[in-house]
Structure formats: C-alpha cells, structure tokens
C-alpha cells in the first residue's frame, strides 16, 4: 500500500510553472534559488519528499520547509531565503 501524502498537493499555473522552469535553467540565478526552484516543480508533479531529497542531495527537513513555505505563502515566498 503506497504511503499517503499529509499535505495538500502543489498546484502551479502554466505561469507559475514556466517561471519556476526558467529559474531552473538560470545560470545568474543563486544555487539555493534555482534548488528550491526544482524542489517546487518536483512536488507539483507528485514526486514524493523524500525522493526529491535524494536526488537533490539535500536533507529531508530543508525539502519539507519550502514545500511548507510554498503551501502557505505562494512560490514566491518559498524561493526566498
């Protein structure tokens, strides 16, 4: 039985989903930016957190905030520091 997710799914516009894909491709753009950029779009697809984390190469926790941070305040607030 597969696990069930806790929080809400991410639902991006095509906007918001073309602007997240430019950040990914920035070469000007900060390395935190463009990382939290891939973590938005890989839960908008329904990509499990711990799998972002892995392929991410980053800790669980940090994954968890900007989705946490996205779910409640927008993309734009999750991709500040």
């Known amino acids: 039985m597969p696990f069930i997710r806790k929080r809400s799914d991410l639902i991006l516009n095509e906007e918001d989903?073309?602007?997240?894909?430019?950040?990914?491709?920035?070469?000007?753009?900060?390395h935190a930016v463009v990382k939290?950029?891939?973590?938005?779009?890989?839960?908008?697809?329904?990509?499990?957190?711990?799998?972002?984390?892995?392929?991410?190469?980053?800790?669980?926790?940090?994954?968890?905030?900007?989705?946490d941070k996205a779910l409640s305040g927008g993309i734009q607030t999750a991709l500040k520091d």
């Open 17 to 30: 989903k073309n602007y997240l894909l430019e950040l990914c491709r920035s070469r000007t753009q900060t």
């Open 36 to 67: 939290r950029a891939r973590i938005l779009l890989a839960y908008s697809e329904g990509m499990p957190i711990s799998r972002i984390a892995k392929e991410e190469n980053i800790d669980r926790p940090v994954v968890e905030r900007c989705i």
